[in-house]
């Protein structure tokens, strides 16, 4: 079982909250929750890992620090597509993974279709598709946005 699966098995296992992101090109983001802390653990194509803890230091806060908060964190993520200009949703809506992780995915789905893969392998294919899986996403809103815009016309099926 490859690093992510079996930490995500284990996490369950445990009754432990978790929520998957993408945030890094080359992994995926495991954001965990417990009281008191937050773990953000990140899984990486090449098989690596890496943890940030973050502990509380026992301060409650009013509701009045939340706009501070927001003030602070605003535009932290990708921007919804719809506020972006004509070319932005262009360049959204012909996403692609690189060469270079599209050529490793390929390789990775050939060789578990003919030998097992080590388990550093099976990290690297689960990231790259999840990745994958990420960058279609963010596409097809690129895609739908361009069409409402007229930029673009409707596909066909």
Do not use: C
């Not at 937050?38 to 301060?59: I, K, L």
């Amino acid at each position: 079982m490859n690093k992510l699966t079996a930490f995500l098995a284990q996490l369950d296992a445990e009754r432990i909250d978790y929520s998957l992101a993408h945030q890094r090109e080359d992994a995926v983001l495991v954001a965990v929750a417990v009281p008191g802390e937050r773990w953000e653990v990140e899984f990486f194509v090449d098989g690596s890992v890496e943890v940030e803890r973050f502990v509380s230091n026992d301060e409650i806060y009013d509701e009045a620090v939340l706009q501070e908060l927001f003030d602070r964190y605003a535009g932290f993520h990708d921007p919804p597509v719809s506020g972006l200009p004509d070319a932005e949703v262009l360049a959204i809506a012909d996403l692609k993974m690189s060469v270079e992780q599209n050529q490793r995915l390929s390789e990775l789905q050939s060789k578990g279709k003919a030998t097992d893969l080590s388990e550093m392998e099976r990290d690297e294919l689960v990231s790259l598709l999840y990745l994958y899986q990420i960058g279609q996403l963010r596409k097809s809103e690129g895609l739908a946005e361009a069409i409402q815009r007229g930029l673009r016309t409707p596909l066909s099926l």
